[in-house]
């Protein structure tokens, strides 16, 4: 389910967040006028003003200029959403910033928009329904954006440009960290150089599976010589359609064979490509829905739907009845 109009989801993250940042999570609260269980359990959805006064409120609580550097080098895989998953398992920036931004559009109320040319990739962060953005907030993301592109990489990524509505009135720490001077604008944007946006993820089918797919990655890795053709496009998917990889050529070119070899494997163990997808994202869902809190919105987009429409009509064909009631019957 989309998240209502004007609001943001707020949580887990932001309570690991403020503890790394030496920041009372109840002092913050108050000063942003929100009640203090906000950051508790599983979160809350603030309306989209508590969430630009929270990022308000942590600039006023903190007195070091350099906050939102901190905080996008705090974002890690231990704050584990759907998106860094995503992102994460992707094969390069390109895809990984794509992918984020196709979270963002789904499930939030900002918007992460990318433009990628021959020369450069441009990635831009903006809310959807205001012209300004809370400093820290589009700090945090573009500094999180590089860090995750030196993390994926192992390199020492420096950007074409950087650009923020407002600037810091330290500058320097972030020119160190940026390794380039930034500029003034009307956005908050990173510009990567082609080769720095498409070189590879060393993360690619590697950690992020080994914190949040241990038991299936496991039983999937199980005799791995004794794998059936049907097995091994199914522990491909496992890993590809986080990041938005569903058609056949992507399996064939992971699997380094041809689609047409891949199609008579399958034909020769009485199955087909659109049935081992359909089985596989139908164990994922179960398994998402059963293990986490993510919404049937989220869920989608692991499965590498377009939209979660598209994941409430396969999941009604898979068990008849809808994400939410299935997950409220294991409950009940």
Same mark, same amino acid.
């Given at each position: 389910m989309r998240h209502k109009h004007g609001t943001v989801h707020v949580g887990p993250a932001w309570r690991l967040i403020l503890r790394d940042l030496g920041l009372d999570q109840q002092a913050v609260l108050r000063r942003a006028g929100l009640p203090p269980t906000t950051l508790d359990g599983d979160g809350t959805h603030i309306p989209l003003d508590g969430f630009y006064a929270l990022h308000a409120a942590v600039e006023a609580a903190s007195d070091d200029p350099a906050i939102p550097l901190h905080a996008g080098k705090v974002v890690s895989i231990e704050l584990f959403d759907p998106a860094m998953f995503a992102a994460i398992c992707s094969p390069d920036m390109n895809i990984a910033a794509t992918r984020l931004g196709e979270f963002k559009r789904l499930v939030g109320q900002f918007s992460l928009d990318v433009d990628i040319a021959a020369d450069e990739t441009r990635i831009q962060f903006r809310c959807k329904h205001r012209p300004d953005l809370p400093m820290t907030a589009g700090i945090t993301e573009v500094v999180f954006l590089v860090a995750l592109t030196r993390r994926a990489t192992r390199h020492e990524v420096i950007p074409r440009r950087v650009i923020m509505q407002r600037l810091p009135s330290d500058l320097a720490p972030y020119t160190d960290f940026f390794g380039c001077p930034v500029e003034v604008g009307t956005s908050y944007t990173v510009v990567l150089d082609a080769e720095d946006a498409s070189r590879p993820f060393l993360t690619h089918n590697a950690r992020m599976w080994e914190v949040f797919e241990?038991? !299936?990655? +496991? %039983?999937m890795a199980e005799a791995d010589e004794k794998r059936s053709t049907t097995e091994t496009v199914q522990a491909a998917l496992f890993e590809l359609l986080p990041?938005?990889?569903?058609?056949?050529?992507d399996v064939a070119k992971e699997l380094?064979?041809?689609?047409?070899? !891949?199609? +008579? %494997?399958?034909?020769?163990?009485?199955?087909?490509w659109l049935a081992v997808l359909n089985t596989t994202r139908e164990r994922l869902a179960r398994h998402y829905?059963?293990?986490?809190?993510?919404?049937p919105a989220e869920v989608s987009f692991l499965l590498g739907f377009?939209?979660?429409?598209?994941?409430?009509r396969a999941f009604h064909r898979w068990t008849g009845t809808t994400p939410e009631s299935w997950r409220a019957t294991l409950a009940s």
């Open positions: 241990p038991g !299936l990655r +496991r %039983r990041s938005g990889r569903t058609q056949m050529r380094g064979v041809g689609t047409r070899t !891949l199609q +008579r %494997r399958l034909a020769s163990e009485g199955t087909t829905l059963k293990t986490t809190a993510m919404s377009e939209d979660p429409n598209s994941l409430f």
